[in-house]
């Protein structure tokens, strides 16, 4: 069975985070470790490499970056949950469209844990409470290997949401977990999401010891 190893990595600022992934992505070879980074990141707002300017309607102080995985624009802000897969698709043998059902599924399970009912869509990638979305998915394959991966609400701000078209949405509404579900901490959502997501991908999990840890190459 095939190992991932977890890392916990507190809050980092977004830009050098994602300059890490692609340094890793780029550096590894067909040995190279599955990597799962667990992270929460500062107010910011990510704009894919399709993403329209008509959907950033008023940024104002949060900064914008312009990045290299699939979508529109999102936002990352403090009480959210953000896990990026450095994953080797060819030696798991999934595809990214498996690997997209795989996350959302994760998603999924874990809010099933807190005993809420939640979906994905086929033509609009993320998870779902009622109609409002919860998790946000944008991924980047380059070489058979993933990076970027998706975003849960969890307790945070959402008022930067109506800054934006969520997802190139317009009007879409937002929700978090802390609304849904009482008693709900961060870290141990992480847990279960990397817990839940191991099993949908059929892999081990290795906790990496240390709050924070990056592999070599990969420094920020």
């Keep these: 069975m095939s190992l991932i190893t977890v890392r916990a990595l ?6 050098p985070l994602w300059r890490a992934m692609q340094r890793y992505t780029e550096e590894r ?26 959907h950033l309607l008023a940024p104002g102080e949060i900064p914008v970056v312009q990045i290299d995985r699939g979508g529109q624009v999102t936002y990352h802000g403090p009480g959210q949950l953000v896990a990026y897969p450095l994953l080797d698709l060819r030696r798991l043998h999934i595809g990214v469209r498996q690997l997209v059902t795989s996350l959302e599924a994760a998603v999924i399970a874990v809010l099933a844990e807190y005993g809420i009912d939640a979906q994905g869509r086929r033509d609009a990638p993320g998870v779902y409470v009622d109609g409002a979305k919860i998790a946000a998915l944008g991924l980047r394959v380059r070489r058979g290997c993933c990076y970027h991966g998706l975003s849960l609400n969890i307790a945070m701000d959402l008022s930067p ?16 977990l802390g609304d849904l579900a009482a008693g709900v901490d961060q870290a141990q959502v992480a847990r279960q999401l990397a817990a839940q997501l191991g099993l949908a991908l059929g892999v081990t999990l290795r906790y990496a010891p240390g709050p924070v840890s990056l592999p070599l190459g990969a420094a920020i």
């Design 29 to 54: 070879d067909a040995s190279g470790a599955d990597e799962l980074w667990l992270v929460e990141h500062p107010p910011v707002f990510t704009v894919g490499l399709n993403g329209k300017p008509e």
């Design 10 to 15: 507190g809050r980092q600022a977004y830009e």
């Design 161 to 176: 949401f109506a800054r934006i078209n969520p997802c190139g949405y317009p009007g879409l509404a937002v929700t978090q």
